[in-house]
């Protein structure tokens, strides 16, 4: 009897596959032989001819026993790819999809720009040792001696006319309301007019109060965290500068994100998964308020369209994750509404949305207050991401009106 080599699993895999109506049969065939085997993808065609133990030629069987029947392959082989991490995947819990990496970009974006770009920012952007910066401390300190030896030869030549005092024409370094050479705006700190920031001029030998600030940290507040792909991503991209709490109603799902986080190594500070509906896992007296961003790709399906999802979505994945309601926009318009209480002004708005409602979801921002309300394309060319900036002036309103009470949960 013959062997079954990689070869020969990978041909009758992809041939039995297809037969099922599997639209990506060899992909798929390809997958669960790595799942099965533990060999990454180009070991398949490397080593054509190698065997399969008796138990990995059960786990394919098992695996295509399961793909046969549609059952999505993320859930077969128990995880999946999303930016620069690998996440756990199981069943009852949302699948993370290549479209939902563009949030994380739009987030990430707003990040660098709106809260790393600010003043705060600035203070504890690190200033690199360039290798002239020795020469320009040692340029400044001679300067600067040199200036005092003129001074000093200049009083002792006053003193001998009999010339000395405080009048008007005195040496400046003898006038008692002269401010010694360190004090002077710009002197001995390298910000010559039109050099900018002294911090920068001079490098990291240049001793300011600025190398003591505090590095700005980012607050996102994410609601839905099925597996953590997004806040997992964003605290693994800006290591040590962001803060994550993340909810969902789900127990399976905030199970799951505190697994992925604890095997990719992040800290529980920096990506905080909580059970509960929206924003309610939150502290009203110590939290409300103090989020940078508001990200979340929640239920977004329209009802009507959920009729026509793929056989392996419908039947397989957490309708409770995918329907949004009529139009599509029931869990995006309570987030609206929460989003002026959560957010810091001029916070930020990011959802994931189905593509026929983004036109609809932008009025909701735009009727709210919000501003710099944009939509954002996938990598295939449809509108999916709306982004907008909430104001100081709907983060007033929201405290004035929910003054005695929560937001909409």
Same mark, same amino acid.
């Given at each position: ?88 995947? *199981? ?22 720009? $709106? !809260? ?36 000093? *030869? ?29 004090? %002077? ?59 994550? !709490? ?8 905030? $199970? ?18 909580? *059970? ?59 987030? !609206? ?30 009727? $709210?207050?919000?501003?710099? !309300? ?12 709306? %982004? ?22």
């Amino acid at each position: 009897m013959a062997e079954w080599t990689i070869k020969r699993c990978l041909e009758w895999t992809t041939e039995y596959l297809g037969g099922k109506g599997d639209e990506n049969p060899r992909l798929s065939a390809e997958w669960l032989l790595t799942s099965a085997t533990g060999l990454p993808r180009i070991r398949l065609y490397t080593d054509y001819d190698k065997p399969l133990t008796p138990e990995e030629l059960s786990r394919l069987h098992g695996a295509v026993v399961r793909r046969a029947k549609g059952e999505p392959l993320q859930y077969i082989a128990g995880e999946t790819s999303f930016r620069t991490i690998t996440v756990a995947c *199981e069943p009852g819990v949302l699948i993370p999809r290549p479209e939902t990496e563009m949030l994380v970009e739009e987030v990430l974006a707003y990040i660098d720009r $709106a !809260v790393m770009g600010s003043p705060e920012g600035r203070r504890a952007r690190s200033r690199a040792a360039l290798p002239w910066n020795a020469e320009v401390e040692a340029a400044r300190r001679a300067e600067l001696e040199a200036a005092a030896r003129r001074a000093a *030869e200049q009083e002792g030549s006053d003193r001998a006319d009999g010339d000395a005092g405080e009048g008007p024409d005195a040496p400046a370094s003898d006038r008692v309301d002269a401010p010694a050479p360190d004090a %002077v705006p710009g002197a001995g700190d390298g910000a010559a007019e039109g050099q900018g920031d002294p911090g920068e001029a001079c490098g990291a030998s240049c001793p300011t109060d600025l190398e003591d600030a505090a590095p700005a940290v980012a607050r996102v507040l994410e609601v839905g965290c099925g597996t953590g792909c997004i806040s997992l991503s964003i605290a693994a991209e800006r290591p040590g500068r962001v803060r994550c !709490v993340s909810t969902d109603i789900e127990p399976r799902a905030v $199970a799951l994100a505190r697994r992925n986080r604890d095997a990719l190594g992040i800290p529980p500070e920096e990506a905080d998964f909580r *059970e509960g509906n929206l924003v309610s896992p939150l502290d009203r007296a110590t939290e409300w308020g103090t989020f940078d961003v508001l990200v979340s790709n929640p239920p977004y399906i329209p009802a009507s369209v959920m009729a026509q999802l793929p056989r392996e979505v419908a039947d397989f994945e957490p309708g409770l994750a995918l329907e949004g309601g009529a139009d599509g926009l029931d869990i995006f318009r309570r987030l !609206v509404n929460a989003a002026p209480s959560m957010l810091r002004p001029g916070g930020l708005l990011a959802c994931e949305l189905h593509e026929t409602t983004l036109d609809a979801a932008a009025d909701i921002c735009r009727a $709210a207050g919000f501003e710099d !309300v944009r939509i954002v394309d996938d990598l295939a060319g449809r509108p999916r991401i709306v %982004v907008a900036v909430v104001p100081e002036s709907a983060v007033l309103e929201a405290r004035r009106r929910f003054g005695a009470g929560a937001p909409s949960r």
